[in-house]
């Protein structure tokens, strides 16, 4: 989960008008297998903590599977802080406004001070505004619940993220949640749409309607709206209380999730630990204009630096990117090999209960990948 943007404000970016003509073609002509055309171009933003680890781990991946990218790669947040003393230096964004499309490591952000989240800033700069988060139970990996599989929708460009904060008297602040209709109706269309193209049953709203009348409120009534146009998904609305309790308890009872956006940050977490931890879940921020694919989890400051984080959910926000390009079927492939590897048991990092370093794991994923080529 990260923090919501606060302190010092960064440089503001103009809006971008963004060409995704390349994207789409590759989308259209590439379903069936790997590109031979030209390789596309994807900032690669290697991220803070475990970040490099982890992010070498997919690339190596992405390239085996026979995808041809031209990487760019950037830095950000603290690692951008310590070289450039600017954690959004303008490379990172004038690479982002030329590919439209990265593959990003974590970030740090300091907890009540320090420079804004970088990650806020982006998915706002570039109107990244749905979060998807889809959350799998995986073989091999030992949970209380088999066959999770529960899709998280978060909407990522407002909320109490708009970092809308300020001193009212000493002793007493204000942070200002912002919900709009705008927003909330694109987000419930975005996960309906979704539903619908993957045969997905029920769109759950969860909210604190009950309490914060108004915004909660004004969520539900546009995603009631958007229901109505989709009639063959069944349409629930659970508080987000009660949905936490429920997803304990009984995950198999929800399917697609759709939620504001620290509602969704906090139960993507929660979701996350239901099929084995964060090392595992995979993650995309999409726009009209672009995307960004990163995992759920954050820098891991407590294992960076030691050859130990799992790569598993690096590599599949990896696969998520592969099958946005237009490779489907090399998406499924990395997903088979990921699953194969943990079902081997053959290296399992120490979050899984084993003892393998992140190279090792990712060895035995190449070779996975490899002998299903
Ligand atoms: P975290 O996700 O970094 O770590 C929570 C726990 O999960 C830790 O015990 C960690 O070791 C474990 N974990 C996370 N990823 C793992 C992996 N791949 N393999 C094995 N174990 C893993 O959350 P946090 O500690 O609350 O946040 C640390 C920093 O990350 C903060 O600065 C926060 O702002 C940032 N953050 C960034 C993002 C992002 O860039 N998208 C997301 C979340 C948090």
């Given amino acids: 989960m990260e923090e919501a943007s606060g302190g010092k404000t960064v440089k503001p970016v103009k809006p971008v008008k963004p060409n995704m003509k390349a994207h789409k073609c590759a989308a259209l002509e590439n379903g069936d297998g790997v590109s031979h055309r030209e ?70 952000t300091r907890v009540a001070t320090g420079f804004r989240s970088i990650n806020v800033y982006l998915r706002k700069t570039f109107d990244l505004y749905a979060n998807l988060r889809p959350t799998r139970s995986l073989p091999g990996v030992e949970t209380p619940f088999r066959n999770v599989d529960l899709i998280v929708v978060r909407e990522n460009t407002e909320d109490l993220y708009a970092g809308i904060e300020h001193q009212v008297t000493p002793g007493v602040v204000e942070s200002v949640k912002i919900i ?30 009950n309490i914060m009348k108004l915004s909660d409120g004004l969520f539900l009534k546009c995603a009631r709206r958007v229901a109505g146009d989709y009639k063959d998904i069944e349409y629930r609305e659970q508080i987000v209380d009660a949905a936490c309790m429920k997803l304990v308890t009984a995950p198999s009872s929800f399917d697609v999730l759709l939620l504001e956006n620290l509602y969704g940050d906090i139960v993507s977490d929660l979701c996350a630990g239901l099929v084995g931890g964060l090392g595992l879940v995979p993650g995309a921020n ?22 130990c984080a799992n790569p598993i959910a690096a590599i599949l926000s990896g696969a998520m990117l592969v099958e946005y390009l237009g490779h489907p079927q090399v998406a499924e492939r990395i997903r088979t090999a990921v699953q194969r590897a943990l079902r081997s048991g053959r290296a399992k990092t120490p979050d899984l209960g084993g003892k393998a370093t992140t190279t090792q794991m990712t060895e035995v994923i190449l070779e996975e990948l490899k002998q299903a080529a």
Avoid at 70 to 94: C, M, N
């Fill in 286 to 307: 999409y726009g009209e204009h672009g995307a960004i694919f990163e995992a759920v989890h954050g820098t891991a400051p407590d294992i960076a630096g030691r050859n």
């Fill in 180 to 209: 709009t209709a705008r927003a909330s109706t694109r987000i419930a269309r975005f996960a309906f749409e979704y539903a619908r193209r993957n045969q997905r049953k029920s769109v759950t709203a969860v909210h604190k309607a």
């Fill in 39 to 108: 390789a596309v171009a994807v900032t690669l933003i290697p991220g803070d903590g475990i970040g490099p680890e982890v992010m070498a781990a997919a690339v190596k991946v992405i390239e085996e599977s026979g995808v041809r990218i031209k990487w760019d790669t950037q830095e950000a947040g603290a690692a951008a802080l310590k070289r450039y003393d600017d954690p959004v230096p303008a490379a990172l964004i004038s690479s982002l406004r030329r590919t439209r499309i990265a593959l990003k490591g974590p970030l740090e």
